[in-house]
């Protein structure tokens, strides 16, 4: 890697803070394996830090603004998925995939600058601010058995993934106790997964954006194309550097990732690949840009394993027709090209350039690539049957052929990979940390002989959910991992279970880090400049650290390493009859009523007796004969419906006015 | 004697029931905490009742000649009586329980005439006043508040100047200050008529005083949040920034315009000012082009349309904690197909201006949580050739604007857009240039506030009580009885405050409002546990209907039987 390129990293990542408000707007499209086509809106505003620009902006949303300042929010991600991210034909190692993939529902992680003891309650205002800026409902993430403290996970800090770190020292058994790591973590992490996300969301989502949907690329965003898409994910990042980095300002990421249906059948040449145009997959063209944003553009990404096909060698081939050639042809010709160093393309449209612009692909040639994997399929599942107990499994799966996304040129082999999962498990579902196991390739092998690293923090009953954060350390050659842990299902009281509790109760995603991979992409374009997708993109390619390049150290102290949401699993809980309380209420007292009537009548009546006095009482009953008009039967019937009629008013009556 | 056994079976069992009963009473009861029936019903009909709910108020009348006056002391005496008298008629006026004193301030003389009993330390004759000749009203206006001294709130003096050198014309003048004074020039010539001169003191007292309003029976409520703090929301919309847009310098607005008007009514409200600026936000009414002033013109009636609830999202703030109120003041740049912008008033006026440089127009649609609406026309109404305008509106171009802005802030707080001038008596207000608010305003609005805080406590807590008194099996919270008993004293505290300072009562008033509407919105209430009727009957009726038929049928039967028996022997 040459200097000059180092040092516009160097620059990029150190530059200082703007000094004007920015707002950027980027889409980039990406072709996907299985024909259908990724669609990733990117929007981004920038604000100096109020220091030097003061309180009132003209592009940057009030309502963030007024949030990071009442809440003191460093960093805030939140995000609303629906449907699945399908991590083994959409990609894992790459950053848009990175940034795409969300578990189902609402996740929420957020990094308070308060005095700690203050964060738990800072979270939960936030929640509920949060919740009525997006009509959802967030707010339900106050409670503490839905947000957990992650010690390892989100810890720029502790670098515990280097040398020096706590990861070391093979062979020992490292349980975290205490709070020694817990200390001076303000970040709290949440998730949601039964909110169901709708457009609902997605209008104050789009309120933040200074051209709303009027104008630029939001105006493709056509509500019922995009909810019926596979995949859609909104999320909202802001990074604040007010409260400790005062170089910083505040920056608010918006993004949209949606993952549309193939167009339906046309006389396409592969049965797979369907050829599409931007009107086709949204209903109309893009016309014109916001007109305060800085960068409007759209890109397209075609992935290394597709782009291969083009040309056999990228970095000497710099002539190729994109608008023609033999693999597929384009609508319209890109302004510029931009080619990573592991063979990936981009291909960059200005919006505002085009007066209408009408991107569409025509394949030409069947083609077949494949996403970048990473080196591990991950899965979770329920195991185990009936209401009583069961275990939950994490397993990883070496995905077969060429995945080694993990060995980027040049870069040094390592034998092992890390792996470092974060489970949140409701209160309800009663672990045994006994029972945790793990198997290598199928064998079960010693706990700690894998396990680098472990904070078990049990649930407590209706406080707290139960934290499971695991480091393990495999070898490289491994070709499965299996993590199991056995559970008892606890018992809920009648008013805690929702609203349909025969659906089941739904246990978050796991959260499943890679910490030595970080996924990478650089481009051989010396303008990188002001695009912020392309600032994202950059983190592509997964990598091991150590690296030889300080550059590459640069970007892995400030990127995140890759990340993996398992699925969200669905529990069955032994559910009662709701009608259960009034069903014994009557009953009990039914049965009581029952003994106390014969007990009183067994203590009170003689049946001899009273025969006799009946015979006795129709010859010369002193009260029956004055009653003697009674006995006939006609008044008696008279009086009957008279009771009833007075009983009836009376209880209408005492029911109307209360 | 036979058969009294069973009688007594049947008469313990039911017996066993009666004694349940109490215990059954006092187990299902639910906590309440005491409430203060009784005092709230007091206080509540004490201020329905009279016009009792003032704050009290000084009125000092001073007659200044430097020479010796040409009447008599008897006449003098008889004059100030009756100037005493005449002001009185002001004495319900702008909330005030008022004292008045008047008194003649001659070489040579010093007469003293008060209304009220109260010992207050009287003017102090003999002062020298530097001469006022050859200055302009907002001099005098200073070298008076130097002059007169002591400046507390509810103090208010008028000073007649004995002076014919000072009268413009010859006439009597009245002049309001922005302070807490006023000054009469009445030349010596005219004393003989009393009429005229009681005239116009009394109607420079009334302007002092109430704001030259005759006495409303109820205090307008102002714009605010229970605890008397409202946001000054300032939205800057470009209608369509296809063909300009503009933002704002709005710091130094805020600086140079709003932040001296928020100092000066910080004793009546805590006002804060936030800004924002919106895009593509047409406005819901549409114009009509007027070719006879080339402009656009949109008619009064459609005013009511003209905000586009669906495209200007203002937003309330997430700054508003809890309750408070948000005032949305919009400045709407109208895009260029529609500019200049005008609108024909309802008098069939259309608002306009000398030039077509930088013109506003006020329109109030004093809606909810609305501040006011002022249409920004840019300047010349030119875009510029083919590429998109942008230009950043500085503390000069908003001048005018801001002034629009802080008239419709006087208007929202009851005070009349700006202050009126009379012909007869000749009378002129002078403006405060830099607040917008006199010092007598604030007073007022203080006052008014006041006022307005007790009536709306003794309301909040009459329905809070009449509501606990509806549902009898509503849990009420030890916190509730403090917080209605604390708001309670603190309003009667802000009445019966005598002669404490405005601050003081100010603050009980804002103490007992802030608490009257925490207890009515204390979450125990709001999340009334739902138990209908229909419930007690479900849970009662499976036990109780079979057990106490039992119980009932077999007392009367064996009651019958013992009767039949006893009868028979």
Redesign the interface.
């Given at each position: 890697m040459d200097l000059p390129f180092a040092l516009a990293f160097v620059l990029l990542l150190t530059s200082c803070y703007a000094i004007d408000e920015d707002f950027s707007e980027e889409l980039l499209l990406r072709p996907l394996p299985d024909g259908n086509v990724l669609a990733h809106f990117h929007f981004a505003s920038t604000l100096p830090p109020v220091d030097h620009y003061?309180?009132?902006?003209?592009?940057f949303?009030?309502?963030i603004f007024?949030?990071v300042?009442?809440f003191r929010i460093k960093e805030m991600e939140l995000s609303f998925t629906q449907g699945r991210w399908n991590y083994q034909r959409w990609g894992v190692g790459d950053p848009i995939a990175q940034l795409a993939a969300k578990p189902v529902g609402v996740e929420l992680t957020a990094s308070l600058d308060v005095p700690e003891a203050e964060v738990d309650s800072t979270w939960g205002n936030l929640t509920h601010?949060l919740s009525g800026?997006f009509c959802a409902s967030i707010n339900f993430l106050e409670s503490p058995t839905t947000f957990l403290e992650p010690w390892f996970s989100w810890r720029p800090e502790a670098n515990w993934t280097g040398g020096g770190g706590a990861f070391d020292a093979p062979g020992v058994k490292r349980v975290v106790k205490g709070k020694k790591w817990s200390k001076s973590s303000r970040t709290r992490y949440g998730a949601l997964p039964r909110e169901a996300v709708c457009t609902e969301n997605l209008t104050p989502w789009l309120?933040l954006l200074?051209?709303?949907d009027?104008?630029g690329l939001t105006t493709l965003l056509d509500r019922p194309t995009i909810y019926s898409g596979m995949y859609h994910s909104q999320r909202l990042i802001i990074t604040s550097g007010d409260f400790d980095r005062d170089e910083e300002g505040t920056t608010l990421e918006q993004t949209l990732t949606v993952v549309l249906r193939k167009p339906a059948v046309s006389e396409g040449l592969s049965s797979k690949l369907q050829d599409w145009t931007l009107s086709g997959l949204f209903g109309s063209k893009l016309e014109g840009k916001c007109?305060?944003a800085t960068t409007s553009s759209v890109y397209l990404e075609l992935e290394e394993s597709l782009a291969k096909h083009l040309a056999g060698d990228l970095s000497k081939e710099t002539r190729i027709n994109f608008v023609d050639n033999r693999v597929f042809s384009l609508s319209s010709a890109p302004s510029r090209v931009l080619a990573s160093l592991s063979g990936s393309l981009l291909l960059e449209y200005e919006a505002g350039t085009h007066s209408e612009l009408d991107l569409g692909v025509t394949w030409r040639a069947p083609v077949d690539w494949s996403p970048a994997r990473g080196r591990f399929y991950t899965s979770r599942y329920l195991a185990g049957s009936g209401n009583a107990r069961g275990s939950i499994v994490i397993s990883f799966r070496a995905n077969d052929g060429p995945s080694g996304d993990c060995y980027s040129p040049g870069i040094e082999a390592v034998e092992y990979v890390d792996i470092m999962i974060l489970q949140m498990i409701p209160w309800y579902v009663r672990l045994y940390g006994h029972t945790l196991q793990v198997s290598l390739d199928g064998r079960n092998v010693e706990f700690w002989s894998v396990v680098r690293l472990m904070r078990f923090t049990p649930a407590e009953d209706r406080k707290a959910p139960a934290a499971v954060e695991i480091a393990l350390r495999v070898s490289i050659a491994t070709q499965a991992v299996t993590l199991t842990i056995q559970y008892d299902k606890g018992f809920l009281h009648i008013d805690e279970h929702p609203p349909d509790a025969n659906r089941g109760f739904d246990l978050p995603s796991a959260v499943i880090t890679f910490p030595r991979c970080r996924v990478f992409k650089q481009f051989q374009s010396d303008d990188v400049g002001h695009s912020h997708i392309l600032a994202v993109v950059q983190v592509v390619d997964c990598f091991v650290f150590p690296s030889p390049s300080f550059v590459f150290a640069l970007l892995l102290q400030s990127q995140r390493p890759m990340q993996i949401y398992s699925e969200v699993s669905l529990m069955q809980l032994a559910t009662p009859d709701f009608s259960m309380p009034?069903n014994v209420?009557?009953l009990?007292?039914?049965v009581?009523?029952?003994y106390?009537?014969s007990l009183?009548?067994a203590?009170?009546r003689r049946i001899g007796e009273e025969e006799r006095?009946s015979k006795e009482g129709k010859k010369a009953?002193?009260?029956s004969q004055k009653l003697k008009w009674l006995r006939n039967e006609k008044h008696m019937r008279v009086i009957k419906v008279i009771l009833v009629v007075i009983i009836g008013v009376a209880v209408n009556h005492?029911?109307s006015s209360? | 004697m036979a058969g009294s056994t069973r009688l007594a079976i049947a008469l313990s069992a039911l017996a066993y029931i009666l004694a349940g009963l109490p215990f059954w009473w006092k187990l299902t009861e639910v906590y309440r905490v005491p409430l203060p029936y009784r005092e709230v019903e007091g206080f509540v009909t004490k201020q329905s009742s009279s016009s009792a709910a003032r704050v009290h108020c000084q009125l000092q009348i001073v007659f200044f000649s430097k020479e010796e006056t040409p009447d008599r002391d008897a006449k003098w005496s008889d004059r100030l009586e009756v100037v005493l008298r005449a002001t009185r008629e002001w004495s319900s006026s702008g909330f005030c329980e008022i004292e008045v004193a008047v008194t003649l301030d001659a070489k040579g003389l010093c007469l003293h005439k008060r209304g009220g009993d109260r010992a207050k330390p009287l003017w102090e004759c003999g002062r020298v006043l530097d001469s006022l000749h050859s200055q302009d009203s907002t001099s005098i206006d200073e070298s008076l508040k130097n002059y007169i001294g002591e400046d507390r709130a509810g103090k208010y003096t008028i000073l007649v100047l004995l002076d014919g050198e000072l009268s413009q014309g010859g006439g009597a003048e009245a002049v309001v200050g922005k302070y807490r004074h006023a000054w009469v020039v009445f030349p010596p010539s005219l004393l003989g008529n009393d009429e005229q001169l009681t005239r116009i003191i009394s109607e420079t007292a009334g302007v002092l005083l109430a704001g030259g309003k005759p006495a409303t029976a109820v205090a307008k409520t102002m714009p605010l949040a229970a605890d008397g703090s409202a946001i000054l929301s300032f939205s800057l919309l470009n209608a369509d920034p296809e063909n300009w847009i503009f933002n704002w310098d709005f710091d130094s607005v805020e600086s140079q315009y709003l932040s001296p008007v928020v100092d000066a009514l910080a004793p009546v409200a805590r006002l804060s000012v936030e800004s924002q600026v919106l895009y593509y936000t047409p406005a819901a009414a549409r114009s009509q082009w007027n070719a006879d002033i080339r402009s656009h013109v949109i008619e009064s009636k459609d005013l009511s349309f003209f905000v586009n609830a669906n495209e200007w999202h203002l937003d309330t703030s997430a700054a508003a904690a809890g309750r408070s109120k948000v005032l949305h003041f919009a400045i709407y740049v109208p895009p260029v197909e529609e500019c200049p912008l005008r609108i024909k008033l309802s008098s069939g006026r259309i608002t306009s201006s000398a030039s077509i440089d930088g013109f506003t127009s006020p329109l109030m649609p004093l809606m909810q949580g609305w501040g006011g609406v002022v249409i920004w026309n840019p300047p010349g109404c030119l875009v510029a050739d083919n590429s998109t305008l942008r230009q950043r509106l500085n503390v000069n171009d908003l001048k005018t604007t801001m002034e629009v802005v802080v008239a419709q802030l006087r208007t929202l707080f009851g005070l009349p857009p700006v202050p009126p001038r009379r012909k007869a008596p000749k009378l002129s207000i002078l403006c405060n240039q830099r607040t917008g608010f006199a010092e007598w305003e604030l007073d007022l609005l203080l006052r008014r506030r006041v006022i307005a805080d007790v009536n709306s406590t003794a309301s909040t807590l009459a329905s809070l009580l009449k509501l606990v008194e509806s549902l009898p099996k509503m849990v009420i919270q030890q916190e509730i009885g403090v917080q209605v008993t604390t708001s309670l004293e603190a309003a009667e505290k802000a009445m019966d405050a005598g002669n404490a300072s405005y601050q003081v009562i100010g603050n009980f008033s804002a103490t007992a409002k802030a608490w009257a509407e925490e207890a009515f919105f204390h979450p125990s209430i709001m999340s009334l546990l739902h138990f209908p009727k229909e419930h007690q009957f479900a849970m009662y009726t499976p036990f109780f209907v079979p057990v106490l038929l039992h119980t009932v049928i077999s007392v009367v039967k064996e009651t019958m039987r013992y009767a039949r028996k006893s009868s028979r022997k």
């Open positions: 003061g309180v009132h902006h003209r592009l949303p009030k309502a007024q949030l300042r009442k601010a800026l309120k200074p051209c709303r009027k104008a007109p305060l009034y209420i009557t009990t007292c039914t009581l009523a029952l106390f009537g009183l009548n203590l009170r006095e009953g002193l009260l005492y029911l209360s | -």
